[in-house]
């Protein structure tokens, strides 16, 4: 079985690092201060969220969605290379 990435793969693990590297990883921070201090909804957590709905990087592994329906049609296979992206990272 080939496990390579597929040319969509490669290119959205290379959105995925880049939104954590210049979004997320700078708020670790101030994101733990809001938790330790009681703040819920952290402050930024809605922009962060709408940021990554405007870049397509959000509800991506929606194997199931039918045509219209927002989010990105991805294969276990697409997706679990985003989430190791995603939970590499320790708030």
């Not at 079985?1 to 101030?30: C, G, K, W």
């Not at 929606?62 to 708030?91: C, F, S, V, W």
């Amino acid at each position: 079985m080939d496990f390579a990435y597929s040319a969509r793969t490669e290119e959205l693990r290379a959105r995925v690092q880049n939104f954590m590297d210049e979004h997320i990883v700078p708020r670790i921070r101030q994101y733990n201060e809001e938790v330790q201090a009681g703040n819920y909804p952290v402050s930024f957590m809605a922009d962060l969220r709408e940021l990554a709905k405007s870049e397509g990087l959000w509800n991506m592994f929606l194997p199931h969605l039918k045509d219209g329906q927002p989010g990105t049609r991805l294969t276990n296979m697409e997706y679990a290379p985003l989430a190791e992206i995603m939970g590499d990272y320790k708030l």
